[in-house]
């Protein structure tokens, strides 16, 4: 079974600043896909980003970026230039993409991120 | 409509009662699946439909949990005898295609469920 470990409870930057959460897994698969969501006071799960294991490249999306590292089992979340409307809660999730395997998501517990005016 | 659609949005029943829990995915949306969420924590997941066909209800904690998606559409997700410990917020998610993992799962509002 696959795991997803979120070290860090609570994060806190300044507006416009940099941070990063950090995400690790636990697999025996070699064939994964590893995403980052936002959930917003609204409960919505929003996806942020999304990176395939079998890419080398880190996936980006605009202020959003990844450090994928698979040896490692490492997958941080990176946000630039910070926003207000970044604050919200984070989760880094696992899925396997092998065909007949589960589909579902295997959560972490969440970053709460704050961002201080 | 435009997204995952999930109702009540917030639900309070007493303990022993039955509760039902409705959502209505993207129109066209082959999976769907069933999460439940503890306060402070992240989703951890219940059941996976593709189309009508329940393929993995692995994740039901009792059975006491019981989903259905008769038409491949709307899905109920039903607790009988509720307990404390199934106060949570219930949250579903839909994808487009059933056997390519790698479509996103949108997801609905939730369903906050306290149980007295």
């Known amino acids: 079974a696959q795991t997803v470990t979120q070290s860090q409870p609570e994060m806190s930057v300044q507006e416009a600043e940099t941070v990063t959460l950090s995400c690790t897994y636990d697999?025996?698969?070699?064939?994964?896909?590893l995403f980052w969501y936002k959930q917003p006071p609204s409960r919505q799960m929003i996806l942020v980003i999304r990176?395939?294991?079998?890419?080398?490249q880190n996936a980006t999306e605009n202020r959003f970026s990844v450090n994928f590292q698979k040896a490692a089992k490492s997958f941080s979340l990176k946000i630039s230039d910070s926003q207000l409307g970044d604050a919200a809660m984070y989760f880094c999730?696992?899925?396997?993409?092998?065909?007949?395997?589960?589909?579902?998501?295997?959560f972490g517990s969440g970053t709460q991120l704050t961002v201080l005016p | 409509g435009a997204g995952v659609s999930q109702s009540p949005r917030y639900k309070v029943a007493k303990r022993g009662q039955d509760v039902a829990l409705r959502c209505d995915p993207i129109?066209?949306?082959?999976?769907l699946f069933w999460y439940q969420q503890a306060l402070g924590q992240g989703p951890e997941f219940l059941t996976y439909?593709?189309?009508?066909?329940?393929?993995?209800k692995s994740g039901l904690p009792s059975d006491r949990f019981f989903a259905e998606r008769p038409e491949g559409s709307v899905s109920t997700l039903k607790i009988q005898r509720t307990q404390q410990e199934d106060s949570a917020v219930y949250l579903c998610?839909?994808?487009?295609?059933?056997?390519?993992?790698?479509?996103?799962?949108?997801f609905g509002d939730g369903t906050r469920l306290s149980i007295l």
């Open positions: 998610a839909s994808s487009l295609v059933g056997k390519v993992s790698n479509q996103p799962q949108h």
């Open positions: 697999t025996s698969e070699s064939d994964y896909y």
């Open positions: 990176q395939e294991a079998y890419k080398q």
């Open positions: 999730a696992y899925r396997s993409r092998h065909s007949g395997s589960a589909r579902q998501l295997t």
């Open positions: 129109s066209g949306h082959v999976s």
């Open positions: 439909f593709q189309n009508e066909a329940q393929l993995d």
